[in-house]
């Protein structure tokens, strides 16, 4: 397939030096082009370096209040989608335009394409409006209204000729599997047998999993309390439940009282291995924003202690505590120099939730995998290496560490298992969930992923566990 030339012809054409000087016409705040525009914001973001949750807030901030709220929701599911078929959309943009065009429009154009690639079955957008409303987007910018001819050019080739470029993209690893060429190198030596799919289960968007609180209700009852409000919603655990569909969090039947949180299926699995008791002594390492936290002290009456490095962080644990009703101890501190914060009482269990690549939450997290760089990884091993050998002389004799990361990657889980073990010649490692894939409804576990005990006593081992990446071991002093 070659270039379009029709592009190449209006990038700087004469028509488009005069279209620059006609007066750019406002974008109606909630239309596709608003939305279009404010993605691609966010997109140049994240290139940069930023976090999409920030890089969001930050757009979100930039615009007239009113305008933010009615496109939101819009502008937030353009910018997930775009990171998830970044690769795909770039090596488009690529093929398709010569000379590379200026940074806004660039990102708007694979903020359309992200949105053009399903096909028309499965499309949020019919094609002829995210093409209007793109174009409409980079017009209304008094700085870029050159730009449309190629805006127009770019998509309408993208529509005529969809089928090939796809297929042709399929040649690129980036392009077709949407991360870092050294990501996927990553994936497939770490998972030899599953890396393909791994990799497309972090491209669709994780689902909505509930934490019944057990102090307020059980599962099958809060399955009735949503079956009366209409919502469809399945156990996937001892204290899980997937909803069928997103919703907002305003609309889940007794989250604002603390009856259930937002948790996924595979972290929920931290509380459950701590095998926390009534009157045990508890710390939480890594707290922030404390949803495990928050787990812990529905399963048991203990004295719990949260820590959190960063302050701002640690007011999400306080928040996220009050709605649920309960109270915990929080420290602001390094887990890594305890001798700053630790009175010297020994814990009879510490939850190591330890920094991460959080390779095993991309597909909810999808900027993650933009982010990180190849060096990020020894890097974060190091870390989490010295807080775990900081953490252990915490531990009471006969308690009990678990070590925990939301990564799929062994330097980040077995390797630091065995480390630890080696080191700490009084720890004994007990069982534990070990390095669990990330599975989607509907797929078969992959072989070495293991499931909790609550979720083998559900009757929970197959294609209807959904849960992201993790890593778990779990240590006992001698």
């Known amino acids: 397939m070659t270039r379009s030339s029709s592009a190449h012809r209006q990038h700087g054409s004469p028509r488009a030096v005069r279209e620059k000087r006609l007066p750019a016409l406002p974008l109606v705040p909630d239309s596709l082009g608003f939305a279009l525009d404010a993605a691609a914001q966010a997109v140049a973001a994240v290139r940069a370096g930023r976090a999409l949750p920030a890089a969001l807030a930050a757009v979100r901030a930039s615009s007239l209040p009113a305008a933010a709220e009615l496109s939101r929701q819009a502008v937030q599911d353009i910018a997930y989608r775009t990171l998830r078929r970044l690769g795909t959309a770039d090596w488009i943009v690529a093929r398709l335009v010569r000379k590379a065009p200026p940074p806004h429009v660039g990102n708007l154009l694979v903020c359309a394409l992200a949105l053009l690639i399903d096909d028309a079955a499965n499309a949020a957008y019919a094609g002829h409006t995210v093409v209007d409303q793109a174009v409409h987007a980079v017009g209304a910018r008094r700085d870029l209204a050159f730009a449309k001819a190629l805006v127009n050019a770019v998509l309408r080739t993208f529509l005529r000729e969809r089928e090939t470029l796809i297929e042709s993209a399929q040649a690129d690893p980036v392009a077709r599997w949407n991360y870092p060429g050294w990501w996927i190198d990553a994936v497939r030596h770490a998972w030899p047998a ?39 919603g399945a156990a996937i655990g001892q204290y899980a439940v997937r909803l069928a569909s997103p919703m907002p969090v305003e609309r889940i039947p007794g989250f604002a009282h603390g009856v259930v949180s937002v948790q996924d299926a595979g972290a929920q699995l931290a509380a459950e291995w701590l095998g926390v008791r009534d009157g045990m002594r508890v710390l939480d390492a890594c707290a922030a924003p404390g949803g495990k936290t928050g787990h812990l002290l529905e399963l048991a009456d203990v004295t719990l202690v949260a820590l959190e490095s960063d302050a701002a962080r640690a007011g999400r644990i306080v928040e996220n505590l009050d709605r649920l009703r309960l109270s915990a101890e929080v420290r602001i501190g390094d887990a890594g120099a305890p001798d700053a914060w630790h009175d010297g009482r020994p814990f009879d269990r510490i939850l190591a939730d330890v920094p991460c690549s959080a390779s095993g939450i991309v597909r909810r997290h999808p900027d993650i995998r933009w982010l990180r760089r190849p060096g990020d990884i020894a890097a974060l091993a190091a870390e989490q290496a010295r807080i775990a050998d900081a953490l252990w002389p915490l531990v009471a004799p006969g308690g009990e560490l678990l070590y925990v990361t939301c990564s799929i990657f062994p330097e980040e889980g077995e390797a630091q298992a065995a480390r630890f073990e080696r080191v700490h010649q009084d720890a004994v490692r007990l069982d534990a969930p070990g390095q669990l894939a990330p599975v989607s409804a509907g797929a078969a576990l992959p072989s070495g992923a293991l499931v909790s005990a609550g979720m083998r006593a559900a009757g929970r081992t197959g294609s209807d566990i959904d849960h992201d990446g993790f890593f778990y071991a779990r240590f006992q002093k001698r």
Not at 205 to 228: C, H, I, K, M
């Open 194 to 232: 599953q890396w393909e799919a791994i990799l497309a289960s972090g491209n669709a968007p994780g689902p909505l999993t509930l934490r019944v609180n057990a102090r307020r209700t059980t599962v099958d009852d809060y399955l009735q309390t949503l079956r009366e409000a209409g919502i469809e």
